[in-house]
């Protein structure tokens, strides 16, 4: 892990802490960023300092990853003006996580542009293509208080330096003022994440309903071991942030793990 200054000359607006501190308007005083300039992954990163007893609100921002992780298993490849950052936060003691990457999902969406949309259980869509990436991995109980590291991927700018078949489903945000646009997203994430605390996601089911880019259309689901997929109309989700799958016999719920979601 090598912490330098940002580079200035390849981003529009270079992030440190003194530039974003003073944009923060809720998240003021709960985060505290630290910017790498490389790292393998801010999820790996952050997940050993917690382990070495880095507090809650720490986030960790790298200019590039050279091992970013995505979900299941896959590479999270990183345009080059792109935000890549992982945030360390607990829950109170009891509070189930069901639900807390759709949660995430729901605070970068109402962060960016109207219009855009979620895809279950945690991609982020502008005009149908993917502009942001969720990863939360436990970072085990301290105090009897469950511990999470949520990793976000947001693509800004051009797309192109990015494989192609992963520039061909995602978009980019204008990059030009990257401290504003992630202190919009920090803010959201602090009060969406305050009520997930307090009442876990059932609040927040409508907010993300209303976002839902597959709502009441025909779907596949697809199973990371393969097989044929489930097909039938997505209904949206539950209280717990469980999928509805209508199929020709029954409403299924299906827990977010290994599946993923494509339209017929
Ligand atoms: C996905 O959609 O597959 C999830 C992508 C999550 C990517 C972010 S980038 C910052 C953080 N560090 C990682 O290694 N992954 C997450």
């Given at each position: ?90 829950l109170p003691?009891g509070r189930p996580p069901h639900g807390l990457?759709l949660a995430?999902?729901l ?84 009060v969406i994440l305050d009520a997930f605390a307090a009442h876990g996601f059932a609040p927040l089911q409508s907010r ?31 209280a717990n942030g ?23």
């Amino acid at each position: 892990m090598r912490t330098t200054p940002p580079a200035t000359d390849r981003h529009a607006t270079p992030l440190a802490p003194e530039s974003l501190q003073p944009l923060l308007r809720e998240a003021a005083g709960r985060i505290d960023l630290q910017v790498l300039e490389e790292c393998d992954s801010t999820n790996l990163q952050l997940l050993a300092m917690a382990k070495e007893g880095a507090p809650a609100g720490t986030l960790l921002l790298a200019e590039r990853q050279t091992a970013g992780r995505g979900r299941r298993g896959r590479i999270w490849h990183q345009g080059p003006q792109s935000l890549a950052f992982s945030l360390l936060w607990r829950l109170p003691a009891g509070r189930p996580p069901h639900g807390l990457s759709l949660a995430v999902g729901l605070a970068i969406a109402e962060a960016l542009p109207a219009g855009t949309q979620l895809k279950w259980p945690n991609d982020v869509l502008m005009d149908g293509r993917k502009v942001a990436g969720i990863l939360i991995e436990s970072a085990g109980v301290q105090n009897g208080s469950p511990r999470y590291v949520i990793g976000i991927g947001i693509n800004l700018g051009e797309t192109d330096a990015l494989p192609a078949d992963v520039a061909a489903i995602a978009t980019g945000l204008p990059s030009d003022d990257r401290p504003q646009l992630l202190a919009k997203v920090l803010d959201r994430l602090v009060v969406i994440l305050d009520a997930f605390a307090a009442h876990g996601f059932a609040p927040l089911q409508s907010r993300w309903q209303m976002r839902n880019a597959y709502q009441d259309l025909a779907v596949n689901l697809f199973f990371a071991e393969g097989g044929d997929p489930v097909q039938g109309v997505c209904r949206g989700v539950d209280a717990n942030g469980e999928l509805l799958l209508e199929t020709a016999t029954c409403l299924q719920t299906i827990a977010s793990g290994e599946v993923s979601l494509r339209l017929q």
